[in-house]
């Protein structure tokens, strides 16, 4: 039972967003209970051990970190590092009928003699230079407003002060921009891909749905790089709830919210817990780290447009590396960073035109890691001296209607179609080199939107909970961008402005708006 019957803030939801809103509001002073419906705290950013009888302490869904501010972590004493990755990306590929392939980082000169090797000559080494140096421009320039009340789109631009970048991010389709700066399709796709993670939408887009998803995906702690969590997903989380737990907040799990009451300025939540019937408690603010669609359900009011979800997430355990066609690369180099399947730019427009109309693609988009190569520290002991690795594979363009009619069917003929791909720039097939559970099973993985939506709630399996927003104001946004149509209840997920990834920047924002900031 709660120790009291009203709170000075109730957060519904335990995922890493809600945590860091009741870190913040407790360390101020406040009251705070935080009410989750899993068992555990976490929600897609937590570790488990999916295969049975193996020690391996995976990343099960969110799974990098970059959009996690220092600030966050300094603020609430978070007991949580990251490491970066020597290695950028790795795409294999096939030219002159021979395999090769490009690999980005390891330092310049070994990234510039990789584009060389790959193209002929410097020019598209000279033009990722440009283009990723005015990106890193606009990431040192708009990265620190994410955690500062929400500037005017007009602010914004004068504080990226380049026109340039501000019409190839945020006014023109990226395709534009990538099509004019770079000449090689493998080159151009490796460039797009971060406008597609989790996104489903054409380099040309005229929503610019493409281009909100790339610039989250440069803009990540000022730099854009990619860190590893050390101790996996669940660390974090972890070091959230401990920051949380003494500062003073109430964290209960095991408890699903059912309504949420409001005049505007006192809030009720009633929830149950177990078989015990339906408890409410009082609230000044109500913070919810839910979807957009779950809160309108909860305050019974007309939700939003639905959300889709168009990827592939896919956990593997390897009792070894594979051995890749292009003898030229180590694995270990390969694997480090991301490593791009059939990602070149028209296979990703034909992949998405496929999906569009109604089919899987047949050449399905994808792109792994292994964090066991950065972090060991997620596997046990034995398993790290018997050489076992483990890889994480995200699919891109596949939505979730593509697995309406059977997602059980559609998800097993995806998951083997991509391993195909792979397979493709294997010396040796991935089957051979997964390792078996305790009941001889491979250990492998996979969920489709479908999946996410029925395990964690993710409207339609979305990612984001809906797409992405630019980080500057609109019409209902607020102050912080965590604002609803209640002065009380502010969003906390993904689906705040300036939600979306392991960031807890909502988090932060919604806590900053019930203490006034």
């Given at each position: 039972?709660?120790?009291?019957?009203?709170?000075?803030?109730?957060?519904?939801g335990?995922?890493?967003?809600?945590?860091?809103?009741?870190?913040?509001?407790a360390?101020?002073?406040?009251?705070?209970?935080?009410l989750?419906?899993?068992?555990?705290?976490?929600?897609?950013?937590?570790?488990?051990?999916?295969?049975a009888?193996?020690d391996?302490?995976?990343?099960r869904?969110?799974?990098?970190?970059?959009?996690?501010?220092?600030?966050?972590?300094?603020?609430?004493?978070?007991?949580?590092?990251?490491?970066t990755?020597?290695?950028?990306?790795?795409?294999?590929?096939?030219?002159?009928?021979?395999?090769t392939?490009?690999?980005v980082?390891?330092?310049?000169?070994?990234?510039?003699?990789?584009?060389?090797?790959?193209?002929?000559?410097?020019?598209?080494y000279?033009?990722?230079?440009?283009?990723?140096?005015?990106t890193?421009?606009?990431?040192?320039?708009?990265?620190?407003?994410?955690?500062?009340?929400?500037?005017?789109?007009?602010?914004?631009?004068?504080?990226v002060?380049?026109?340039?970048?501000w019409?190839?991010?945020?006014e023109?389709?990226?395709?534009?921009?990538?099509?004019?700066?770079?000449?090689d399709d493998?080159?151009?796709?490796?460039?797009?891909?971060?406008g597609?993670?989790?996104?489903?939408?054409?380099?040309?887009?005229?929503?610019?749905?493409q281009?909100?998803?790339?610039?989250y995906h440069?803009?990540?702690?000022?730099?854009?790089?990619w860190?590893?969590?050390?101790?996996?997903?669940?660390?974090?989380?972890?070091?959230?709830a401990d920051?949380?737990?003494?500062?003073?907040?109430?964290?209960?799990?095991?408890?699903?919210?059912?309504?949420?009451?409001?005049?505007?300025?006192?809030?009720?939540?009633?929830?149950?817990?177990?078989?015990?019937g339906?408890?409410?408690?009082?609230?000044?603010?109500v913070?919810?780290?839910?979807?957009?669609q779950?809160?309108?359900?909860?305050?019974?009011?007309?939700?939003?447009?639905?959300?889709?979800?168009?990827?592939?997430k896919?956990?593997?355990?390897?009792?070894?590396?594979?051995?890749?066609?292009?003898?030229?690369?180590d694995?270990?180099d390969?694997?480090?960073?991301?490593?791009?399947?059939?990602?070149?730019y028209e296979?990703?427009?034909?992949?998405y035109?496929?999906?569009?109309?109604?089919?899987?693609p047949?050449?399905?988009?994808s792109?792994?890691?292994?964090?066991?190569?950065?972090?060991?520290?997620?596997?046990?002991?034995?398993?790290?001296?018997?050489?076992?690795?483990?890889?994480?594979?995200?699919?891109l363009?596949?939505?979730?209607r593509?697995?309406?009619?059977?997602?059980?069917?559609?998800?097993?003929?995806?998951?083997?179609?991509?391993?195909?791909?792979?397979?493709?720039?294997?010396?040796?097939?991935?089957?051979d080199?997964?390792?078996?559970?305790?009941?001889?099973?491979?250990?492998?993985?996979?969920?489709?939107?479908?999946d996410?939506?029925?395990d964690?709630?993710?409207?339609?399996g979305?990612?984001?909970?809906?797409?992405l927003?630019?980080?500057y104001a609109?019409?209902g946004?607020?102050r912080?961008?965590v604002?609803t149509?209640?002065?009380?209840?502010?969003?906390?997920?993904?689906?705040?402005?300036?939600g979306?990834g392991?960031?807890?920047?909502?988090?932060?924002?919604?806590?900053m708006?019930?203490?006034g900031?």
């Open positions: 039972m709660p120790d009291r019957d009203a709170y000075d803030a109730v957060i519904v335990g995922g890493h967003n809600g945590l860091v809103a009741a870190a913040y509001l360390r101020a002073g406040r009251s705070v209970l935080l989750e419906r899993l068992g555990g705290a976490g929600g897609a950013a937590v570790s488990s051990r999916p295969f009888g193996v391996a302490r995976l990343s869904y969110s799974y990098l970190v970059s959009l996690l501010p220092k600030k966050i972590v300094r603020d609430l004493d978070l007991d949580f590092r990251v490491r990755r020597t290695i950028s990306s790795y795409t294999p590929t096939e030219r002159a009928g021979r395999p392939g490009l690999l980082g390891g330092g310049e000169a070994r990234t510039r003699q990789a584009f060389a090797r790959l193209t002929g000559d410097s020019r598209e000279e033009a990722w230079r440009s283009f990723y140096a005015m890193g421009q606009v990431a040192r320039r708009v990265f620190p407003t994410l955690t500062e009340p929400l500037p005017s789109r007009d602010e914004l631009r004068d504080r002060d380049d026109a340039t970048a019409r190839t991010l945020f023109e389709p990226i395709g534009t921009a990538i099509e004019e700066r770079f000449a493998l080159v151009r796709g490796i460039v797009l891909t971060d597609l993670i989790g996104t489903f939408a054409d380099a040309h887009d005229p929503a610019l749905r281009n909100r998803c790339f610039l440069v803009i990540g702690g000022g730099t854009g790089d860190n590893v969590p050390v101790g996996g997903m669940g660390a974090l989380t972890g070091a959230l920051s949380a737990r003494i500062a003073g907040a109430r964290l209960r799990t095991g408890c699903e919210v059912t309504r949420i009451d409001t005049d505007g300025l006192r809030g009720e939540v009633t929830y149950r817990e177990g078989d015990s339906e408890r409410t408690v009082a609230a000044r603010h913070l919810v780290n839910a979807s957009p779950a809160l309108a359900a909860l305050l019974g009011e007309e939700p939003p447009a639905p959300a889709e979800g168009a990827q592939l896919v956990n593997m355990l390897l009792k070894r590396l594979p051995r890749l066609r292009d003898t030229s690369v694995p270990r390969a694997f480090a960073g991301t490593f791009h399947i059939a990602e070149g296979e990703l427009a034909t992949a035109a496929q999906a569009t109309g109604g089919a899987t047949a050449v399905p988009p792109e792994i890691y292994c964090h066991s190569l950065t972090d060991p520290t997620i596997l046990a002991p034995d398993l790290v001296e018997r050489g076992y690795q483990t890889l994480t594979l995200f699919g363009h596949t939505p979730a593509l697995f309406a009619r059977d997602n059980d069917a559609v998800r097993a003929d995806l998951l083997k179609a991509t391993l195909a791909q792979l397979d493709a720039h294997l010396a040796e097939p991935i089957a080199c997964l390792a078996l559970d305790a009941e001889g099973r491979p250990c492998v993985e996979a969920k489709t939107p479908l996410l939506e029925r964690l709630r993710l409207p339609g979305h990612i984001f909970h809906g797409d927003a630019f980080p609109d019409e946004s607020g912080w961008g604002a149509r209640h002065a009380n209840v502010l969003l906390c997920g993904a689906g705040a402005v300036r979306g392991v960031s807890g920047i909502p988090g932060h924002n919604a806590a708006a019930a203490l900031e």
